[in-house]
Structure formats: structure tokens, C-alpha cells
């Protein structure tokens, strides 16, 4: 067990990447903290660690509410004593009652794949960004770059005092190579890899490591809003010829939590199958 004793928080853990994460850590002997803004998804989480045997502790707050993220991680501390580990997985893409965003983005990128199909080429602008609201970008970014650095932030106070400790920030792709019709998607996962580059550099002399996983498309929640034709030809897209699993990213993350990772610094590593050569 390469985590015994060890407490991790992990933000979005109600559903997908989160709670796998979760859960293969508990299996490593971790104790774990389980964020998410929904309480019935962080209660299926802990019901799950029960199962295996492992302690969790619920914590639901919205990341990027900063008094939220203050008081999760006190209540974090005050029942462990600690905190080793940090995962910050929650994000959004789009939420459900953005109904005008999807139907938005799904007719622009069929659209464009119409106008391939006869001509060759894209004939014009897909028309997102021109129209793209406050809302979904405050929104986007306040949950997936600004949750990232608040809980951050907290979790330093007490890796740095101990000297040890391991960030795990989850990016995207997207953030990588870009995609259209997702600019404040794309936006927060590029400000997530920059950051993370950036405070590795600047807390490894503290012992702590900082990386970042970027996954490409897998059948996860966060794609539950894409037009089904579209993902069908989403997938011709990807070498391996299938979207990926939450089983797999969470693997990467869970190795890199580890002591065996402990050279790995300032990384982003793409789990894509191939999509990103």
C-alpha cells in the first residue's frame, strides 16, 4: 500500500475522474478528504470507501467559493492533523442549464464538419466566441482556474511547514492544443498547465511535487453534452479508436501521488490515447 497513512483531498470526487481517484487511493491506504458542491454525490463516494475499508471525510463546498475552500481544508486538518496530498480535479465545461451554450456549440461544430465534408474546409468563423456569454466564462474559469488556486493555496500552508506534500492538477487536452468553440474551457485548463509549471518551480525546494494530468476524451460526465453524431466522430479522431476511462486517468494521478514519482516535477502528462502525437 504506497499511500498508508496518508490523507488526501480530492476536489470533484462525487462522480467520473474524481471519485475513481478516490477510490484507487483509499485501495493504496490513503485516507480521504471528498469534495463536491452536490452532497449526494460526495455521500456515494464515502459509501464507496466504506466498502473497502477506507476512513473518508465529506466535504461539500463549492471550490470556488474562497470561505468555502477555507473552512474545508480546516475541517481537513483538524480531523487528520495534515494533508499530503492534493488533487484538484473540479471542473466544469458546461453546465446543464447553459441549454443555449450546447445547442450552440454542437450546431457550429456539425456545421463545420458539413462544410469539410463537401468542400474541404472550414467556409467560415464556427461563431462561439463572438457570442459567447459572461456567464459561462466567469463561470468556467471561477470553478476550474480559481477553485484550482484557492485550494491550492491552502494546501500549501500546511505542505510547506512539513516540507513534503504532492499537487496533482488536472488540465485537459484542450488546454494543451486548443479546441474550438470551448474558449473558457480552453482558457482555465492552459491557465491550469501555466501554473502548474510555475509553482513547481517555485515550492519544489520545499519537497513538494507539482504536476499536472491532461486527459484527452473520456466517457466521463463532462460529456454529456455532446451531440451523439459528433461523438461518434470524435472517436475516428483517436488512434486507440475509443474514448478513455476514469480508471486509467486515475491511475496516473494515484503513481504520481506516490514516492516512485518523486522525480517527476513540473510535468504535464497527456493520457489521450494518441490523440495528442
Not at 77 to 82: D, E, L
Not at 245 to 266: C, F, N, P, Q
Amino acid at each position: 500500500m504506497k499511500l498508508k497513512g496518508r490523507v488526501a483531498l480530492i476536489t470533484g470526487a462525487g462522480s467520473g475522474f474524481g471519485r475513481e481517484i478516490a477510490i484507487q487511493m483509499a485501495r493504496e491506504g490513503a485516507k480521504i478528504g471528498v469534495n463536491d458542491i452536490h452532497r449526494r454525490a460526495v455521500e456515494g463516494t464515502l459509501e464507496a470507501l466504506e466498502q473497502i475499508g477506507s476512513e473518508g471525510l465529506a466535504l461539500e463546498a463549492d471550490v470556488g467559493n474562497v470561505d468555502q475552500v477555507k473552512r474545508m481544508f480546516e475541517k481537513t486538518v483538524s480531523k487528520w492533523g495534515t494533508i499530503d496530498i492534493l488533487v484538484n480535479n473540479a471542473g466544469i465545461a458546461v453546465k446543464p442549464e447553459w441549454k443555449e451554450y450546447q445547442e450552440l456549440h454542437n450546431r457550429a461544430v456539425l456545421k463545420a464538419v458539413d462544410e469539410v465534408m463537401k468542400t474541404g474546409k472550414v467556409q467560415e468563423s464556427m461563431k462561439v466566441t463572438s457570442a459567447f456569454q459572461d456567464e459561462w466564462w466567469h463561470a468556467t474559469l471561477n470553478v476550474n482556474l480559481n477553485g484550482t488556486f484557492y485550494c491550492t493555496r491552502e494546501a500549501l500552508k500546511t505542505m510547506e511547514v512539513k516540507g513534503r506534500g504532492k499537487i496533482i492538477n488536472m488540465a485537459s487536452i484542450t488546454g494543451v492544443q486548443g479546441e474550438p468553440n470551448v474558449p473558457a474551457y480552453a482558457a482555465s485548463k492552459g491557465g491550469i498547465i501555466a501554473f502548474t509549471k510555475s509553482l513547481a518551480k517555485e515550492v519544489i525546494g520545499s519537497g513538494i511535487q507539482v504536476n499536472a494530468v491532461a486527459p484527452g476524451y473520456c466517457g466521463t460526465p463532462l460529456l454529456n453534452s455532446i451531440d451523439q453524431q459528433l461523438l461518434t466522430i470524435l472517436k475516428t479522431q483517436i488512434p486507440i479508436g475509443r474514448l478513455g476511462t476514469a480508471r486509467e486517468v486515475a491511475s496516473l494521478v494515484v503513481y504520481l501521488a506516490t514516492d516512485d514519482a518523486d522525480y517527476i516535477v513540473g510535468q504535464v502528462i497527456g493520457v489521450n490515447g494518441g490523440l495528442g502525437i
